[in-house]
């Protein structure tokens, strides 16, 4: 049987560049069909998409923002390396957000389907992230701070900010949008729950 030590990986830069790299793109993916949708969501995101959807600006130029504060947060806490990874990650959802939309124009889609595809894509997309030392900052930052730290599983961190940041939305959207959306948070954070595992994959 080999043992968790026995099993460390090394990533090299190129393995960090496709790994982020995906994991962006499918997090995209999932806000552009969030948005066309007209859902919400949970997290930094979230606050940027409510934001966006009551404002008028661009998700993509609110998200990048809104996520300003943590930085120095996830630099003090988790390292150079980890700040630098998100910064480029979130600048490049906000980008790949704005032009999405460009080459990709959805026509149909059901809001229980649009929900179960952004909480898959997305989900799979954060770990992608997790697993090569970066993120999309923001709570995501705080989840990851308080998986190590005490053990308490970032996907379930996620699940307590969502459910005050779906009650807040409950007084501002329809509650069928609320409750549409709450179907994608829930996939979404059961998938880093279930898979986000240091204990299983150790990364250096």
């Known amino acids: 049987m080999i043992s968790v030590d026995e099993t460390k990986i090394s990533h090299s830069r190129l393995d960090d560049v496709q790994g982020l790299g995906l994991g962006v793109f499918l997090c995209a993916l999932g806000m552009h069909v969030l948005t066309h949708v007209g859902l919400i969501t949970g997290q930094t995101a979230g606050i940027a998409v409510i934001i966006s959807y009551l404002s008028g600006w661009s998700f993509g130029a609110v998200f990048f923002v809104v996520n300003l504060p943590f930085y120095a947060l ?4 988790l390292g150079l390396e980890f700040t630098l990874k998100s910064l480029i990650s979130v600048t490049l959802l906000s980008v790949f957000t704005d032009i999405l939309p460009l080459g990709f124009a959805i026509q149909t889609i059901n809001p229980a389907l649009g929900a179960v595809i952004f909480g898959a894509t997305v ?21 990851l701070l308080i998986q190590d730290r005490y053990g308490f599983k970032a996907g379930y961190v996620q699940l307590i ?9 409950a007084f501002l959207f329809p509650l069928s949008i609320v409750g549409w959306s709450l179907l994608g948070a829930v996939v979404l954070n059961l998938i880093i729950a279930f898979n986000h595992r240091r204990d299983r994959y150790i990364a250096t």
């Open 74 to 77: 996830a630099y003090r806490r």
């Open 123 to 143: 989900g799979f997309g954060l770990l992608a992230m997790f697993r090569h030392n970066g993120s999309l900052g923001g709570l995501g930052v705080v989840a």
């Open 161 to 169: 900010s969502d459910a005050v940041i779906f009650l807040v939305s």
